[in-house]
């Protein structure tokens, strides 16, 4: 199915604007999903010498976009940016936003 017809067919089953646009990104890019959010965690990690605290919104950030990525592909996503699902899922569960 040609890239155009499979983008439009996703805008008929996920009519809301975010869901839309993510797997239009997920089908489009040549980069693996979240890595954006991955640098930018590692780059905070150097910056404050592997203090995790001091990176936190970075980390929440790329596991987020992680299970973004796992909601829209049930689960079959696959980005080298990203833990396993599981792993994604209990991170998500084990620290609520406050």
């Known amino acids: 199915m040609p890239e ?3 983008v439009q067919a996703i ?3 996920f009519p809301y604007v975010g869901v839309r646009s993510f797997l239009t990104n997920l089908l489009q890019d040549s ?3 979240c890595q954006a959010e991955a640098c930018s965690l590692q780059n905070c990690l150097n910056k404050n010498t592997y203090s995790p605290d001091k990176c936190d919104r970075h980390l929440r950030n790329l596991y987020e976009c992680c299970q973004r990525m ?3 592909t049930s689960g079959k996503g696959e980005s080298t940016a990203c833990p396993m699902p599981q792993v994604v899922a209990r991170w998500i569960k084990d620290h609520p936003r406050k």
């Open 31 to 33: 980069e693996p999903y």
């Open 4 to 6: 155009k017809v499979r």
């Open 70 to 72: 796992y909601d829209a």
């Open 11 to 13: 805008n008929l089953w």
